[in-house]
């Protein structure tokens, strides 16, 4: 007898509604990544590495100018602590983002790509004062949503930070130059050789502006008691410096010892070592805690700067027609915010040290006395809170002024804060929503979160193992030759290839992954975007657990 089983049947499943039987259901979500947590500008870094990573490379820069208009600056100078963040760390290496940056500006600037201008033009005016990385940051941001805005700038160039600090080894001037003007191009009202000396002119900014951003530096170099400045064999780095990158070498003899840590103090002495001096580094820090970027120390000892880490200057004394520094070896000990510290000195660690002269970088102070009353100070910096306001309704600041964080991207971050604030203030008087801060597309019906996607939430084993792009340098000999960019940049194979290893931390890459691995077929794609059944998913996980970006997670129920 042929007849068919009674259990059998031609019918669809759909009517067992198999949901019932769990206890979680998943969701797709749009998380923040490691590294834009980490980011001084909170850059949307998974999306344009991911547009990069599809040879969207326009789309890559826009997105990433969103936050940052110098990408091709950042990507040479950025301390880059999103790459310490970075979870492929723990996986094999950190993804190289700042060199990737870098190949997003450089291509932005050799294709001649421009900021679109704003949509709309705003009746406010803002000030800014200083034309540094915070000034130029805050008039990119706050002309992209349409304010006037005049740039106030001491020197005769803008650049601040960027151009009389930073040597062109590190930062080619035609680089700092295309990303400069790209911002100014945006109908910037640029004004040089201007500086508001005292109160009155701060007062005027005020009367004329609806709102200033102060963003004018650190000007004053901190000074060694131990030495007397006047001398002709002492000199201040900062002064020093920016002769050097002028093209006007301060004539100090042949052999000069520079005191400080700092990347200033690096600059410094790479720059000395350029011009054919003899250096010697001396640094309170031993060598892991100095405060310059690794790389510069390592690039440094290459080009023969002999470094004399964790040591003093006590006293210094000119005879015999050279310096002598007497120094003592101490263990260098940081304070509790950034700036202090305390030392302790060896007592069988005295030592000496012979030169032609001695250079300072120490560090630099903000000179605050012309801002006039309203703008209260924390030590000898300008006091803002988180949003960089001042104690003034009408005035925030940013970067050097207000800060001791001391990095470009730093400033920049500040600027961007600064702009969005003050948006957020002009339009509150007008009685109208603020402008939205954030970009970060994702598919549709993703949850956003702002919790930092871990390591543990990315299925790993979707990835290979892949080397972390080779950072590449000009050889010793040629760059104190030429004084060419010591840092070489990733060619197009090696850009793609890295933007490979991004685990897209949080952003979802529509990989369909979720929907292949669902037992129950309860996860479905709906155009750009995912939906969960909830009538058939049993709760398994399976779906989280093999998300090979993170940007999945499960949500307990309660019935």
């Known amino acids: 007898m042929n007849s068919i089983p009674p259990i059998w049947t031609t019918a669809t499943t759909e009517s067992i509604r198999t949901g019932t039987?769990?206890?979680?259901?998943?969701?797709?979500?749009?998380?923040?990544?490691?590294?834009?947590?980490a980011c001084p500008v909170s850059g949307d870094i998974a999306t344009w590495i991911g547009l990069a990573r599809e040879r969207d490379f326009r789309g890559a820069w826009e997105a990433l100018t969103r936050h940052n208009p110098f990408p091709a600056i950042a990507g040479r100078i950025c301390h880059h602590p999103c790459e310490a963040a970075c979870n492929r760390a723990g996986f094999d290496e950190a993804l190289s983002i700042c060199k990737l940056e870098r190949f997003v500006g450089d291509l932005a600037i050799e294709r001649g790509w421009a900021f679109e201008a704003p949509t709309v033009e705003r009746e406010e005016r803002v000030a800014i004062v200083?034309?540094?990385p915070a000034?130029?940051?805050?008039?990119?941001?706050?002309?992209?949503?349409?304010?006037?805005?005049?740039?106030?700038?001491?020197?005769?160039?803008?650049?601040?930070?960027?151009?009389?600090?930073?040597?062109?080894?590190?930062?080619?001037r035609e680089v700092l130059d295309a990303e400069v003007a790209r911002v100014v191009a945006l109908g910037v009202d640029v004004r040089l050789n201007a500086k508001p000396e005292a109160a009155p002119a701060w007062a005027e900014?005020?009367?004329?502006?609806?709102?200033?951003?102060?963003?004018?530096?650190a000007q004053r170099q901190k000074r060694l008691p131990a030495l007397d400045y006047g001398q002709p064999w002492v000199a201040d780095g900062a002064a020093w410096l920016a002769s050097a990158n002028a093209g006007e070498i301060p004539a100090l003899g042949k052999r000069l010892v520079v005191i400080g840590g700092g990347s200033a103090a690096l600059d410094v002495a790479r720059s000395a070592r350029r011009a054919g001096h003899e250096v010697t580094l001396l640094a309170l820090e031993a060598r892991g805690q100095m405060p310059a970027q690794r790389e510069e120390v390592d690039e440094a000892l290459e080009e023969g700067i002999a470094l004399v880490d964790g040591a003093m200057l006590q006293e210094a004394s000119h005879a015999g027609g050279e310096v002598r520094l007497a120094c003592r070896r101490v263990r260098f000990v940081p304070g509790e915010r950034r700036g202090q510290f305390s030392v302790v000195p060896f007592a069988d660690g005295a030592f000496e040290l012979r030169a032609d002269a001695i250079v300072t970088s120490i560090g630099q102070d903000p000179d605050t006395a012309a801002l006039g009353d309203g703008v209260a100070l924390d030590g000898s910096l300008v006091a803002v809170d988180a949003q960089q306001a001042t104690a003034r309704d009408d005035t925030w600041a940013g970067g050097d002024v207000a800060s001791m964080a001391r990095f470009v991207t730093d400033a920049i971050g500040q600027g961007k804060r600064a702009a969005f604030a003050i948006d957020r203030a002009l339009r509150a008087r007008r009685g109208e929503a603020p402008a939205a801060e954030r970009w970060r597309p994702g598919p549709a019906a993703a949850i956003a979160i702002e919790a930092s996607v871990p390591l543990p939430a990315i299925a790993t084993h979707a990835y290979a193992p892949q080397a972390r792009a080779a950072a590449r340098r000009l050889?010793?000999?040629?760059?104190?030759?030429?004084?060419?960019?010591?840092?070489?940049?990733?060619?197009?194979?090696?850009?793609?290839?890295?933007?490979?290893?991004?685990?897209?931390?949080?952003?979802?890459?529509?990989?369909?992954?979720?929907?292949?691995?669902?037992?129950?077929?309860?996860?479905?794609?709906?155009?750009?975007?995912?939906?969960?059944?909830?009538?058939?998913?049993?709760?398994?996980?399976?779906?989280?657990?093999e998300c090979p970006t993170g940007s999945m997670d499960m949500v307990q129920e309660v019935r």
């Not at 990119?140 to 960027?162: H, I, K």
């Not at 005020?206 to 102060?214: G, I, K, M, Y």
């Not at 030429?482 to 197009?492: M, N």
Request: charged letters at 25%; one cysteine or more.
């Open 475 to 545: 050889e010793p000999a040629a760059r104190l030759a030429s004084g060419a960019e010591v840092q070489l940049a990733l060619d197009i194979e090696q850009a793609l290839a890295e933007t490979t290893r991004c685990f897209s931390c949080g952003t979802c890459i529509r990989c369909d992954t979720c929907v292949a691995v669902c037992p129950d077929l309860a996860v479905v794609r709906e155009g750009d975007g995912y939906r969960v059944l909830g009538d058939y998913c049993k709760g398994c996980g399976l779906c989280v657990k």
């Open 205 to 217: 900014l005020r009367r004329t502006h609806d709102a200033v951003f102060v963003a004018t530096g």
């Open 21 to 37: 039987w769990r206890a979680a259901l998943p969701r797709h979500v749009q998380a923040s990544s490691p590294c834009r947590e």
């Open 135 to 172: 000034g130029l940051s805050a008039a990119f941001q706050l002309r992209r949503l349409g304010y006037r805005v005049t740039l106030v700038e001491a020197r005769g160039e803008l650049g601040g930070l960027m151009r009389h600090g930073i040597p062109s080894y590190r930062l080619a």
């Open 130 to 132: 200083g034309g540094g």
